[in-house]
């Protein structure tokens, strides 16, 4: 069935580390691919997202390429600092109807 | 332009107590979904409506809960009788229904079984 599987946490990052966050998926036609992500206390909002293969998205210095190939979506960032701290779901939305498939999410903790 | 509105934030009951949940979606945004979140976990859907058509109730568990959607708007979650494994934050999302759009959230109601 159609399914995201993420890496799981928690991460722990000293401040202006590189962070990887992965992320695959499992889907039958051709989703699009989301990044959420959750402070405490707080619902999920849209990081970023891709509609097709080889599109990049990107927002706040983070960046996630959607590799058909691998059918990956990775999210990334140079340089982490304490405010990312919070967690990452990734998500799929199959374009046949407004279903959506989150991952497990994936805590980040980044520490002065 | 407000956000989706949720309420209650939080609420505490005893188990076999009913308790309901209210969403009010971003204005015209025809998809309203209810999600279960346990900790630690992703969002897990209970519901999707298109306008006020339950599309996908297929992970509702509905000898205990039912969702209205009156009029394409506002909609209720209501669980009758609560136990203790539904402890969790119920959230609500829409979405204005286009093919690959996002989904916007609530804050989430977070309840707790006693």
């Known amino acids: 069935g159609d399914s995201v599987t993420q890496m799981e946490g928690p991460v722990t990052l000293s401040e202006e580390a590189f962070l990887t966050i992965n992320c695959t998926y499992t889907a039958t036609g051709y989703p699009s691919l989301f990044w959420y992500v959750q402070y405490p206390g707080e619902g999920l909002q849209l990081l970023l997202k891709a509609t097709k293969a080889d599109d990049k998205g990107s927002n706040k210095g983070f960046e996630a390429t959607y590799r058909k190939e691998t059918t990956s979506f990775h999210l990334e960032k140079g340089s982490v600092q304490v405010s990312d701290s919070a967690v990452y779901f990734c998500a799929l939305n199959l374009n046949t109807g407004n279903q959506f498939y989150f991952g497990t999410g994936t805590s980040l903790t980044v520490i002065p | 332009e407000a956000g989706v509105v949720q309420s209650p934030r939080y609420k505490i009951i005893e188990k076999k107590q009913p308790v309901a949940f209210w969403c009010n979606p971003i204005?015209?945004?025809?998809?309203l979904y209810w999600y279960l979140q346990n900790l630690g976990q992703g969002p897990e859907l209970l519901i999707r409506y298109e306008n006020e058509e339950a599309v996908d109730d297929s992970q509702l568990p509905k000898d205990r809960f039912s969702a209205e959607r009156l009029k394409g708007v506002d909609s209720t979650l209501k669980i009758q009788p609560a136990e203790l494994g539904d402890s969790a934050v119920y959230l609500c999302?829409?979405?204005?229904?286009?093919?690959?759009?996002?989904?916007?959230f609530g804050p989430g109601t977070r309840l707790t079984v006693l």
């Open positions: 999302a829409s979405s204005q229904g286009a093919l690959a759009g996002e989904q916007f």
């Open positions: 204005s015209g945004h025809n998809t």
